[in-house]
């Protein structure tokens, strides 16, 4: 049974750092593009970052790039997503996605979006406030 888990989330002031992982069971990550994507409250769930199979593409949106950094370890069967300099607006549940895939998957657009997704976390709050 496929399944993703996501953790690390939790109160972070502006300008401090989080690490959210996300651990996959049931099936091997390394065939699988990994999204994560963000969803503020009465917002649409937005991308946020992915990566390719073996790591070698990442793409982050504009909203993050630069201050987010996108990784994954493919014998512990689990991503990351380091934030730092974390602001307010980046408020939200964090989500990974899973979708198998080629090598440049993350280089095109269509899997910028959540549609592309088939296997879905639960989801790990982050809130940054002072």
């Known amino acids: 049974q496929l399944r993703l888990v996501e953790s690390g989330g939790g109160l972070a002031q502006p300008g401090g750092s989080l690490r959210l992982s996300c651990v996959a069971s049931g099936f091997i990550l390394d065939a699988y593009t990994i999204g994560w994507f963000r969803q503020a409250p009465g917002k649409e769930r937005e991308w946020v970052s992915c990566i390719s199979r073996i790591g070698g593409t990442t793409n982050y949106a504009n909203s993050v790039k630069g201050r987010f950094t996108i990784s994954r370890d493919n014998t512990k069967n689990t991503a990351y997503l380091q934030m730092n300099s974390l602001k307010p607006e980046d408020t939200a549940i964090y989500y990974c996605?899973?979708?198998?895939?080629?090598?440049?998957?993350?280089?095109?657009?269509?899997?910028?979006?959540?549609?592309?997704?088939?296997?879905w976390g639960q989801g790990t709050q982050v809130t940054v406030s002072s």
């Open positions: 996605a899973a979708e198998p895939s080629d090598n440049h998957a993350c280089d095109r657009s269509d899997y910028h979006y959540n549609y592309q997704y088939n296997a």
